[in-house]
T-cell receptor, first 113, second 112 residues
Framework: SQTIHQWPATLVQPVGSPLSLECTVE??????LYWYRQAAGRGLQLLFY??????ISSEVPQNLSASRPQDRQFILSSKKLLLSDSGFYLC????????????FGPGTRLTVL | EDKVVQSPLSLVVHEGDTVTLNCSYE??????LLWYKQEKKAPTFLFML????IEKKSGRLSSILDKKELFSILNITATQTGDSAVYLC????????????FGQGTELSVKP
């Protein structure tokens, strides 16, 4: 069966510091991968998605970036965090070619102080 | 622009009550509508609906889609405190790598 991992679970970072969040998926090949941010406990905002290694589509211009160095690894980064980057970051995957249902990782709660 | 709107935004009921959550959508090239339940952490998948009028059911939860009127409902019968969560509906955007557009969610609180 497929599982999705995210780490760390929680993170407190000062403004201006770098960020690296990692997501890995097991039990499937060539998944579509997604990064979402959820602020204030409600609507999910898609940040990036990837349909293959090295292929990243950005949805929202901001100081975040994403990379997919391996088939089942998705990384969210920032060189300098802003206060507004605080939120709950969720990674998700879906089956390539049948992309509708997405399955979410446990999430990372980021607080920028 | 594709859009998903949920109502109500929040709801408080007592155990044993039946609730109906609403999701309306405006999308080009409809493919499906998805429902998720989110308690504290990651959303968990509940249903995917593709055809009008066909009810999907899982225990006390059921959902149906109306493609003519562009909405879906999620029903929960005999609610329990464990049903307390945010319920999200979402639409995949056509031809954009499976991008999902989410509604704001309905926060359901079930009191004992």
């Amino acid at each position: 069966s497929q599982t999705i991992h995210q780490w760390p679970a929680t993170l407190v970072q000062p403004v201006g510091s770098p960020l690296s969040l990692e997501c890995t998926v097991e039990g499937t090949s060539n998944p579509n991968l997604y990064w979402y941010r959820q602020a204030a406990g409600r609507g999910l905002q898609l940040l990036f998605y990837s349909v293959g290694i090295g292929q990243i589509s950005s949805e929202v211009p901001q100081n975040l970036s994403a990379s997919r160095p391996q088939d089942r690894q998705f990384i969210l980064s920032s060189k300098k965090l802003l206060l507004s980057d605080s939120g709950f970051y969720l990674c998700a995957w879906s089956v390539a070619g049948f992309t509708d249902t997405q399955y979410f990782g446990p999430g990372t709660r980021l607080t920028v102080l | 622009e594709d859009k998903v709107v949920q109502s109500p935004l929040s709801l408080v009921v007592h155990e044993g009550d039946t609730v109906t959550l609403n999701c309306s959508y405006e999308v080009t090239n409809f493919r499906s509508l998805l429902w998720y339940k989110q308690e504290k952490k990651a959303p968990t998948f509940l249903f995917m609906l593709t055809s009008s009028g066909i009810e999907k059911k899982s225990g006390r939860l059921s959902s149906i889609l109306d493609k003519k009127e562009l909405f879906s409902i999620l029903n929960i019968t005999a609610t329990q405190t464990g049903d307390s969560a945010v319920y999200l509906c979402a639409e995949p955007v056509y031809n954009q790598g499976g991008k999902l557009i989410f509604g704001q969610g309905t926060e359901l609180s079930v009191k004992p």
